[in-house]
């Protein structure tokens, strides 16, 4: 179960170029795809997920080339975009039903086990004959999740799914993922560190339509061992340090100080102290690099 | 803020390409529209000719306000969603949170919005006002350039129509927070109006419907709708009385709602839905969730063809859901059920008096309003449908799955005709309950399903083919809507720039029509091919809607077709191709048909075809020719495979001065001619089918020759029909036979085209005094009286009828014959019947009366049978005897027209003009028409067959006229006064309305040129007020005289003249103004109560006093109105209040004072007459004061309107 993309290139009409030269390979596990906010995230994802030709460049699953034979990657598909909606006045079981039957499950017996399957994992079952248009923010989400397994599909695509979660949900949320990420390929896309932290095998870093770095979370982070280096400065200091050192992030303590972090292969000068490198740093440093 | 608001609206607007689409839409709309009427296009199509100017302020005022209705569609979308859009895009938390009033910010949405729709309506000004600069307008329908006519429109009608609209419009989507429901409440709008509408065909209610009808057009219409040609040419819109009222009612309501949206409407409302709320119950989620173990169960995945056809059904099901549970296909099927009923309740209906709800006839209510109603809903429900994914943002979860594009457009298509079919039995059901409702139990469900599913619904589904393509190629679907509103309503229009056929213009086709005798006859198979053709069409055009159907994100038009190329893979390709190249197929096939093998010719073409022969021909005209005197018939008509065989014999005899040696054949297609004698042909003419003999010897003064023809119909073919027989209701005359000598029945008559062409003026036709015309009778210019014999042959199960007495009857090979003789001589004017007949009998003293009938339809035989003993009764007292010993009724299928005509003791009459009518005697509004008509058709067997009028002006007050007037009286003597006035008022009404659309000039009564609204309907009003006032005896003792004077005369025929001599002779000195105002001149009154007043006396009685004004006036051959007689007299009179002087023509008249009280009879309501005197007046104001016995309530002045009135509507008052 391989996910191998070459050379995939994608300019909008307006300009911007989502896509550049783009390389990936992924494999079993849940492969987490960090990059800020207009990285090329969606884009990735949604031409992964057949919704979206890209100008050029080739996808493979399992040897399906995707990009040809849109219809057989679909059958083992599961995606989450980013943001959706969903015919209102309809239930989820309803709902869900229907996605049964686009994802070919032909026997309405099937469809009844597994839709129950799903709204159990889900944790959806007390609520599966509310109209999901009326549902909050987490339950959608984890809507989504339920739709998406139907099809008990090999190739997941969850779109920065816990944006807007409140802490219980996105646990919850990252825990149902975690638990298919063992023997699918999931591809997990978000600008949130820590979700990377917590559930990703492989980790890779995008901006600018660009792959920046590709690693497991730790490979990523012992990568950087003694290389990141911490100093607390005044807010004065700040402009002058910036200049003179490859400063990765910065953050205000409570007396109005701030910590600096910095990236350098050998201690910058004594004021600094070793830190222990945190995937964050590992995210800074591949964007300090790509400016 | 205001000021904030308002311009960002606009800017918004005006950044937004939409707004140039509908612009650009609009304003070629009406560019076309104006260039046609103006007759740019005439170098393709007909040439548009009209006395009527295209530009004057009347007819600017139609263009623009009618394209408008378009607009109105518009409104939800611009003006609608101006606050709901901040809504949507979930905007409104946080504009509202900015430090505007509620008043500046509704303010200013919606006169931004509005300003954005008035925008589009100038253009449609703008274009109509450009058009007329184009090259190639013919400039005689060009008026001056008015920019008051615009001004007029804009400000009077277009604004505040759309300000009213809009401010409902925006109310209705602000609240509810839903454009549909837009869209809902402008149809609901346009239906309320076309309701309010209906209502002025009782002219008592035209006041009111004018003063509360939104639109104002007709309060527009109350002023302007017996406008004359010369008035509409001139005249600036009228702006006064109740179209002031109407227009500040509106404004009023339109302030009213604006305020009421204001009061109500708050930030933080959440929208107004209907339907119950769900029980509330308080959610508290879990939020400690544990860690679970995934294990999906094994199920089986289907990917097969026949999976997809099930999940195709299993997902229509829940698309069609969707479409029945929205309100504004609730709503349409709720409109359109009421529309049917409330049309079904006036379908048919003739001076009053409905038909029985035949199935047929309920079936025809889908084909107007219905139908467009089951497009808009399918024109929107496409969109809706095909967007609803991106709609409601769930488009990327379906999009990746794996379910073929096919499967999702297919279900959405299958769910559209579901939706059809629903509105289909819509019709049925609606039908079947209003037959209920009016106790006619006939059901005919066969007959519903038949038309509804077999031959409409394939109509609609051609119109969804393309509400698919249209709606999968616009990414909005409301503009998408409107191009298929606009497409739709469009293509009928491709004629008016010469392209004329059906092939070319999208779902149309030959029409079927249905008959209760002949069923739908053989029409049906050609419908058919046609809608064949364009389902094949409609394939393709789902093929491609296959190739562009949005799957996944939306892309530019140029990555479409790459996309749309990529998909074309062989199963598209073959299908496209194969539906394709089918639909080529077909119509080549129909255009090789109509073009190569039979020449279609185009409007243009008959038009110059007609000039040719005028040119060619013309100077024939008035060649010495022998006159037919005798003639003989084989007739074989073959039902079946309708075809006929005629084989007829002309004896033709010199009548004239001179020997003949030249005869000219004027005769149809396939036709043989020979004569008895030797002869050459020496011209022949297979274009005019006009050929010229030699007689090898002249035929002398006195001397006859025998002439033999047998003319025959072409083969029908599949694609095409070329006979006139039916296969059960045949009816055809003898003007398929040849004729002698030149004929200008086929000369262009419009002068204006005449010219265009280099021909002279002419007129329809020669003046009463012109003595060659006289030489012809108006019916024939071959022949005077002739002797008739025929025997017609068809097939067993029918029966066959001609003029004439039945000699014999046999069957022979399986066929029946017929043989009549007629005994006597009679005009060159006869027709065949054939059909399965029953026949009803019965005698009046020794005529026979025989009413032959399709099964089924017995509902007013015996109306006729007592309309003809009625009419034989009055008309052998009153003028002469019957010539005949028989009269026969026979009817014919509805197809072949709706009208029934007089042949020698010989009656076709439509089935759809009495045979199925519901006669209420107990209605004083409802005439029993088939009486009236039979009363008509006898008549003509006096005023026609009796005397006959020469080929000349007026000829028609002879025989029309005539028996309007003798059919009226017959109708008074059975049924009283009273039905006279239904009939009077439809008389009225029509010949004012015929004379606005008069496109030559209105001829005064005895001057006609065959003009219906003037022999019909001003003969009926003229002659029975003339008899009125000489009275019936000494009037019908004139018409004695003149009938013993010139009865089945021999040339020169009667005119006109000599019957208004006659007229004259019977009436005193006091009224001959009558004959001169009634017969020589049009002459018209604008009579009027002003005041009444009631006073009881100590005797008991009552006093009365009437203030009344009279006004008369003559009017133009244009209708203009003249106040001034010969010497340059005219009174004038001024109200002490009025700004303006009431002028008359110089006034010497008798006008009829009436007073009334009430009397119930039968439970009914009646008039009594307390008082009707014709009084003498002089002036124009008058007052009289009679006594009357009783406590009088109304009164009037001419109150049955006997005189020619325009404003027939204020001649009575109530006390």
């Known amino acids: 179960m391989k996910l191998q993309i070459s050379n995939l290139n994608k300019t909008y009409p307006n300009g ?41 460049g080739s996808i493979t699953f399992e040897g399906i080339n995707i990009l040809e034979n849109q219809m057989e990657l679909r059958k083992i598909l599961g995606y989450l975009p980013q943001e959706f909606g969903v015919y209102p006045s309809m239930s989820a079981e309803k709902l869900l039903d229907y996605f049964a039957r686009l994802k070919g499950i032909s026997s309405s017996k099937d469809r009844k086990i597994i839709i129950k399957e799903v709204l159990e994992v889900t944790n959806l079952y007390d609520v599966r004959m509310k109209n999901v248009s009326g549902y909050s923010g987490g339950m959608k989400q984890r809507f989504g999740i339920a739709q998406l397994l139907l099809n008990n599909p090999k190739l997941i695509i969850v779109d920065e799914p816990t944006a807007g979660l409140d802490p219980a949900e996105r646990h919850r949320f990252l825990n149902v993922l975690r638990e298919i990420g063992t023997n699918h390929t999931v591809i997990f896309s978000t600008h949130i560190v820590d979700d990377v932290k917590e559930l990703c095998t492989e980790v890779a870093i995008l901006n600018g339509g660009k792959i920046l770095n590709q690693n497991t979370p730790a490979a990523a982070v012992e990568a950087l061992e003694n290389k990141i280096w911490t100093k607390v400065v005044s807010r004065d200091e700040l402009e002058p340090s910036e200049k003179e050192f490859n400063v990765i992030s910065s953050n205000y303590n409570q007396d109005n100080t701030l910590n600096i972090r910095v990236f350098s292969e050998t201690q910058p000068d004594e004021t600094f102290k070793k830190a222990s490198p945190q995937l964050e740093d590992v995210y800074f440093v591949a964007l300090k690099n790509d400016q | 803020m205001f000021g904030t608001i308002f311009t960002f609206e606009l800017k918004r607007w005006f950044r937004n390409p939409t707004l140039y689409i509908y612009v650009a839409i609009f304003f070629f709309l009406a560019f076309f529209i104006m260039a046609s009427s103006l007759g740019v296009f005439d170098s393709f199509k007909t040439t548009t000719s009209s006395r009527a100017i295209s530009n004057s302020p009347i007819a600017l005022n139609g263009i623009i306000n009618g394209l408008t209705v378009f607009i109105y569609f518009l409104l939800p979308s611009i003006i609608g969603a101006s606050v709901y859009r901040d809504f949507k895009y979930n905007m409104h938390s946080i504009l509202f949170s900015y430090p505007f009033t509620k008043w500046e910010y509704l303010f200013g949405k919606f006169l931004s919005s509005l300003l954005v729709v008035i925008f589009i309506t100038l253009f449609l000004g703008l274009a109509a006002y450009l058009a007329s600069f184009l090259p190639g307008v013919n400039q005689e329908m060009l008026g001056p350039q008015r920019i008051m006519a615009y001004l007029q429109t804009y400000l009077i009608f277009i ?145 097969s063809l026949k999976q997809n056809l099930k999940t195709t059904w299993s997902l229509s099901n829940l698309d069609f859901k969707f479409i029945v549970k929205n309100w504004v296909f609730i709503s349409i099927l709720i409109v359109g059920l ?260 039979n020449k279609t010719k185009s409007g243009k073409e008959s038009e110059k075809e007609m000039v040719q022969w005028e040119k060619k021909y013309k100077k024939y005209e008035h060649k010495p020719q022998p006159r037919i005197t005798d003639i003989k018939m084989d007739m074989d008509l073959y039902p079946k495979e309708r075809n006929f065989v005629a084989n007829g014999t002309y004896i033709l005899k010199n009548k004239t001065k001179v020997a003949i040696d030249t005869i000219y054949i004027n005769h149809g297609k396939n036709t043989e001619v020979s004569f008895n004698v030797k002869n050459k042909l020496i011209s022949k003419d297979t274009v005019f089918n006009f050929d010229i003999y030699r007689l090898e010897k002249s035929l002398i003064v006195g001397d006859s020759i025998q002439m033999k023809f047998v003319v025959k119909n072409k083969p029908n073919t599949f694609f095409r029909d070329n006979s006139p027989v039916e296969y059960n209701g045949t009816f055809i005359n003898n003007s398929m036979f040849p004729s002698i000598g030149y004929s200008d029945q086929s000369e262009l008559t419009d002068d204006e085209v005449r010219k265009k062409y280099g021909l002279k003026p002419r007129d329809r036709m020669p003046k009463p005094t012109d003595s060659i015309a006289r030489q012809n009778t108006y019916i024939s210019n071959d022949a005077d009286w002739v002797t008739f014999e025929t025997t017609v042959s068809t097939s067993n199960d029918q029966t066959a009828i001609a003029p004439g007495y039945l000699i014999k009857k046999w069957t022979k090979d399986g066929r029946n014959y017929f043989h009549y003789k007629m005994d006597r001589k009679m005009l060159n004017f006869y027709a065949f019947n054939s059909a399965r007949y029953e026949v009803k009998k019965d005698k009046w003293h020794d005529v026979n009366i025989e009413i032959y009938y399709n099964k089924g339809h017995e509902y007013n035989i015996d109306r006729m049978i007592s309309g003809v003993k009625k009419s034989l009764d009055y008309y052998t007292k009153n003028f002469s005897p019957y010539q005949h010993k028989q009269v026969r009724i026979i009817e014919f299928p509805r197809t072949g027209g709706g009208f029934a005509q007089s042949f020698a003791n010989t009656i076709p009459f439509s089935e759809a003009i009495g045979f199925i009518a519901k006669v209420d005697d107990e209605d004083q509004n409802g005439v029993d028409y088939p009486f009236s008509i039979t009363s008509h058709e006898v008549a003509h067997q006096w005023w026609a067959h009796q005397v006959i009028g020469a080929n000349v002006q007026g000829a028609t007050l002879l025989s029309e006229s005539l028996s309007e007037y003798s059919s009226l009286k017959v109708l008074e003597h059975t049924y009283g006064k009273t039905q006279m006035r239904k009939f009077l008022k439809d008389a009225l009404d029509s010949y004012l309305q015929g004379r606005t659309f008069e496109n030559k000039k209105e001829q005064p009564l005895m001057y006609n040129e065959n003009q219906q609204y003037i022999h019909y309907n001003k003969g009926s009003l003229v002659l029975y007020a003339l008899s009125d006032y000489i009275g019936e005896k000494n009037m019908n003792n004139a018409l004695k005289r003149y009938i013993q004077k010139v009865a089945f005369q021999e040339a020169p025929y009667t005119n006109s003249i000599e019957l208004v001599q006659e007229l004259d002779a019977a009436t005193p000195d006091s009224l001959k103004y009558l004959i001169h105002d009634m017969f020589e001149t049009i002459t018209l009154y604008e009579n009027r109560v002003e005041k009444a007043t009631a006073k009881k006396l100590p005797n008991g009685t009552y006093e009365v006093k009437i203030d009344f004004t009279v006004s008369k006036y003559k009017a133009n051959d244009d209708g203009k109105r003249l106040f001034k007689d010969k010497t340059g007299k005219t009174v004038t009179y001024k109200k002490k209040d009025s700004k303006y002087a009431i002028e008359s023509y110089p006034l010497n008249d008798y006008v009829e004072i009436g007073v009334f009280s009430e009397q119930t009879v039968k439970g009914k309501k009646k008039d009594k007459e307390l008082y009707l005197k014709k009084v003498k007046i002089d002036k124009i104001n008058n007052s009289v004061t009679v006594i009357v016995k009783e406590k009088p309530l109304e009164v009037g002045v001419d109150p049955y309107n006997k005189l020619i009135d325009t404003q027939s509507d204020d001649n009575r008052i109530k006390i």
């Open chain 1, 16 to 56: 911007v170029k989502a896509l550049d030269n783009l390389n990936l390979e992924i494999g079993t596990g849940m492969f987490g795809l960090l990059g800020p906010n207009g990285a090329g995230k969606s884009s990735l994802m949604r031409t992964i997920a057949t919704l979206q030709k890209p100008d050029s």
């Open chain 2, 338 to 597: 009421l529309f049917i009923l409330i049309t079904a309740s006036v379908i048919g209906e003739v001076f009053g008096t409905n038909t029985y709800p035949v199935t047929w006839q309920m079936l025809l209510i889908p084909g107007g309003t219905f139908g467009l109603f089951i497009n808009l809903v399918t024109f929107l429900f496409a969109g809706l449908l095909i967007h609803r994914g991106t709609t409601t943002r769930m488009n990327h979860l379906i999009d990746s799955t794996p379910v073929p594009n096919w499967v999702l457009l297919t279900s959405k298509f299958i769910a559209l005709i579901k939706m059809q079919l629903i509105l289909l039995f819509v019709i049925l059901l609606a039908g079947v309950l209003y037959q209920t409702y009016s106790g006619f139990y006939d059901y005919e469900i066969g007959h519903y399903l038949k038309e509804l599913l077999g031959l409409k619904l394939i109509h609609f589904v051609i119109w969804a083919f393309l509400a698919i393509i249209i709606q999968t190629l616009f990414k909005n679907y409301l503009l998408g809507f409107f191009v298929l509103l606009i497409l739709s309503i469009g293509l009928n229009f491709l004629p008016a720039i010469g392209v004329e056929q059906d092939i070319f213009i999208y779902n149309s086709d030959s029409g079927f029509q249905y008959s209760d005798m002949n069923g739908y006859g053989h029409g049906l198979n050609l419908y058919l091919i046609y809608k064949i053709y364009w389902f094949l069409l409609g394939i393709t055009f789902f093929c491609l809607a296959l190739l562009f159907w949005t799957r996944g994100i939306g892309q530019s038009a140029k990555e479409r077709f790459k996309e749309a190329g990529r998909r074309l893979h062989s199963k598209i390709a073959i299908s496209l191709t194969l539906s394709f190249v089918g639909f080529l197929a077909i119509g080549s096939t129909i255009y090789y048909q109509n073009n190569v093998i």
């Open chain 2, 159 to 303: 604004i505040p129509n759309l300000l009213f609209y809009g401010v409902i419009i925006f109310s209705v989507v602000t609240i509810t927070r839903n454009i549909s429901v837009g869209f809902i409440t402008v149809i609901l709008l346009l239906f309320i109006q076309s309701i309010v509408s209906s209502f002025t065909k009782d002219a008592d209610n035209r006041y009111l419907v004018a003063l509360f009808e939104p639109f104002g057009s007709d309060a527009l219409d109350y002023y302007t709708k017996y406008w004359t040609m010369y008035e509409k040419n001139n005249n600036l819109l009228p702006f006064e009385g109740v179209i002031i009222y109407n227009r500040l009612l509106w404004f009023g309501v339109s302030v009213l709602i604006f305020g009421l949206i204001y009061r109500y409407f708050s930030f933080t409302q959440t929208a107004l839905t209907l339907g119950r709320s769900k029980n509330k119950e308080r959610v508290v989620k879990n939020n400690f969730g544990g860690i679970t173990k995934i294990n999906l169960p094994q199920v089986s995945f289907d990917y």
